[in-house]
């Protein structure tokens, strides 16, 4: 079946709830483990089809936010989502105070149990009216950003359109599209920032009625970062900071010469050659065709994968009025179907989809092999390890994609994953010192995120992009707004992704071996275990990233 082919249909509240409630009532009455392990599946069978249809209406309404069906549908699912949550959290408390847990545990991995504690920390009755708020806030934005047409160049323009402008080898067209991005978000920033200043406070109400001292605490258990907390991303925060900021400043010094300015700012800083970065050869219909021939000479089990999603129509790629902005991969578990969606623009940021967005897709569909749907799906940390080592795995057949620039597009690949990590650790950084000083005024989160900037990322100065100067940047950037806390996430992961092409440079047999046995275990291990039991080194830990930059300069003096 094609993804076009699911049929849509609304799970009402009341439906959910009769089943849950008899979900409940039997898990409770069952007279041992067997019994419970039972209801349990059926439970789990039937969380399978309501988050494939949850899924499903959350593909179509971003494929088109005016879509008036599905933007009525998303609405009845944000206002139901927090009672389902509710039922389930029921259930969930039913599966930790079991009489026989002891017995189910011989089934039933531990690492279930330790996440439905941790959900349970993150959630009760008292926050259903948050929850409601906040998902109907993360909507307003996500719709204010879906609907942004720049004028630029004679057209109305998508954000993720302007994105092919930004990267012109021609530096007054970059700063005219920057500056068009930024009178575009001048435009708007009261009312994103409106959104953001009763996002701050619905989720410090949410963290205080559940005991937390703020939202910062909450999100440790709320982003399910079993094994590891806040001093451990610290401790990765200070070394980003000592051993990857003095490489990355030597990178940019070598491409402000290799662009003939005097230092890179925002409007420079994605373009890291003269003539231009390397653009995808091709039509979309030809690209994928070149993705299929990389993934089947990749492996057979990469091979498998490609022809499932393409054969099955699991992509939407193409950029257009009403679409939501960025990428993501999704599943659908009742079908064994992941789903990527994207925005293509003309860039390198195209073929980053074949490589990136499929490196989840392919932990999700190796994934659905395991018995229990609470492990198919591992850590944010872990699942963004796949996607973005993915990346680092292909650049063996970048030359179908770049021809004859394909070394370029491997350095410049290197180059922004190494520059994103201080990016994407401000990020999180940034929403640090906002959800511990909740009442900060607007005036003052954006002097925040600017002084962030100037310690970690120089090279993203806003070079009087007159809205940008004044610290606006973070506004763009969805997660802060739909996944807090997220971004700390990738920062991690691409550490991980660049210890495996340290290693890939060493043995590649050894690293693709060593990658296909991070996706099996999946969501099976909490990450600082996973990342033990691979045989790899935690970024956690002090030293990780000394070894690393170690190991990339001695790359880079080839």
């Known amino acids: 079946m094609k993804l076009s082919e699911i049929p849509y249909k609304r799970i009402t509240l009341n439906e959910i ?55 009525k549908e998303k609405d009845y699912l944000n206002e139901i989502m927090p009672e389902v949550q509710q039922l389930s959290q029921r259930f969930n408390d039913c599966l930790l105070e079991s009489e026989f847990k002891d017995e189910l545990k011989k089934t039933l991995p531990e690492l279930i149990f330790t996440k439905l504690e941790y959900a349970k920390k993150c959630f009760n009755d008292e926050i259903l009216d948050e929850l409601r708020e906040e998902s109907k806030l993360e909507t307003e934005y996500s719709q204010i950003t879906a609907c942004a047409l720049i004028d630029f160049d004679g057209q109305k323009l998508t954000l993720s359109q302007l994105g092919k402008y930004k990267q012109s080898p ?44 703020n939202y910062h605490e909450m999100s440790v258990y709320r982003m399910g970062r079993i094994g590891y907390g806040i001093d451990d991303i610290r401790t990765f925060r200070e070394q980003v900071k000592n051993d990857l900021v003095p490489i990355i400043n030597k990178l940019k010094k070598e491409q402000a010469k290799e ?63 009403g679409k939501a902005n960025g990428g993501y991969c999704t599943n659908l578990p009742k079908y064994k179907m992941p789903f990527i969606f994207a925005n293509f623009n003309g860039t390198s940021g195209d073929i980053d989809v074949l ?6 897709a392919f932990a999700a569909y190796k994934a659905f092999d395991l018995p229990w749907e609470d492990i198919q799906t ?21 030359d179908l994609f770049f021809g004859n ?3 370029d597009y491997k350095y410049m690949h290197l180059s922004s994953s190494l520059s994103f990590i201080p990016y994407g650790t401000i990020v999180d950084y940034f929403q640090e010192l906002v959800y511990e000083n909740p009442d900060m005024t607007p005036a003052e989160r954006n002097e925040t995120f600017k002084k962030l900037v100037e310690e970690f990322c120089p090279n993203l100065n806003a070079d009087e992009i007159e809205h940008y100067c004044k610290g606006t940047r973070w506004q763009f950037q969805l997660h802060i707004f739909e996944y ?52 790899m080194k935690s970024p956690l830990k002090q030293g990780t990233l000394k070894e690393i930059a170690l190991g990339l300069e001695k790359i880079l003096s080839k």
């Open 170 to 213: 021609d530096r007054e067209v970059r700063r005219a599209a920057y500056n068009a991005q930024g009178k575009w978000l001048e435009s708007v920033s009261d009312k994103i920032e409106g959104i953001y200043d009763r996002m701050v406070k619905v989720r410090t109400a949410m963290a205080k009625k559940l005991g937390f001292k």
């Open 355 to 360: 490589t990136h967005e499929a490196g989840h």
């Open 378 to 398: 591992p850590g944010m940390e872990t699942a963004e390890i796949h996607s973005m080592s993915m990346e680092f795995f292909a650049e063996k057949w970048m």
């Open 484 to 535: 807090p806390f997220y971004y700390i996430d990738y920062c991690l992961a691409q550490t991980m992704s660049l210890e495996f092409y340290v290693m890939m440079n060493e043995n590649r047999e050894k690293a693709w071996e060593t990658y296909l046995k991070l996706v099996s275990y999946a969501g099976t291990l909490p990450f600082p275990e996973l990342v033990e039991k691979c045989g």
């Open 405 to 407: 620039r394909a070394e």
């Open 17 to 71: 709830r009769e089943k849950m409630e008899k979900y409940i009532a039997d898990f409770k009455n069952a007279k041992d483990a067997e019994e419970q392990l039972n209801v349990y599946k059926s439970y789990s069978d039937y969380g399978e089809e309501i988050s494939t249809m949850f899924s499903l209406l959350n593909i179509r309404y971003t494929l088109n936010t005016a879509d008036e069906f599905y933007s």
């Open 259 to 321: 662009l003939g300015i005097d230092k890179v700012t925002i409007i420079d800083d994605p373009v890291v050659f003269k003539e231009g970065n390397p653009a995808p050869i091709g039509t979309p219909e030809e690209i994928f065709a070149n993705g299929r021939k990389m993934y089947h000479e990749m492996s057979k089990e990469t091979g498998e994968f490609i022809d499932f999603m393409l054969e099955h129509e699991l992509f939407d790629v193409l950029s257009r009025k």
